[in-house]
């Protein structure tokens, strides 16, 4: 079984920057697709990054130019690096972990990211 623990978060003003890191901890993590949601006024959740194991990243236009997403697979750790960020963005994050080959959706528990104006 998959396991996800993120860290990181908290609350900055606005334009200011914070990073997000979630360990996986199982096995064949290349093996996954890994991402970023946050949960809509809808009460769905939406992608807001998300990375291939070959480095192939997309990103919300929301987020676009200001939010990297990237994966280091010595650490079997995913990272969002926040930048300029804005009210808007105040949300909880899922790391989120897809298997390529079974489709099966792995959450984490969700950190707070509040961004003050």
């Known amino acids: 079984q998959v396991q996800l623990v993120e860290s990181g978060g908290g609350l900055v003003q606005a334009g200011g920057s914070l990073t997000l890191s979630c360990v996986y901890y199982g096995r064949s993590f290349s093996n996954y697709v890994m991402g970023w949601y946050r949960q809509a006024p809808g009460k769905h959740y939406d992608i807001v990054a998300r990375i291939s194991s070959g480095g192939s990243t997309n990103y919300a236009d929301s987020v676009k130019g200001r939010f990297t997403i990237s994966r280091d697979h010595a650490k079997s750790t995913v990272y969002l690096q926040m930048n300029n960020l804005k009210p808007e963005d105040t949300d909880v994050y899922y790391c989120?972990?897809?298997?390529?080959?079974?489709?099966?959706?792995?959450w984490g528990q969700g950190i707070q990211v509040t961004v003050s104006s």
């Open positions: 989120n972990a897809m298997d390529m080959i079974t489709t099966t959706d792995y």
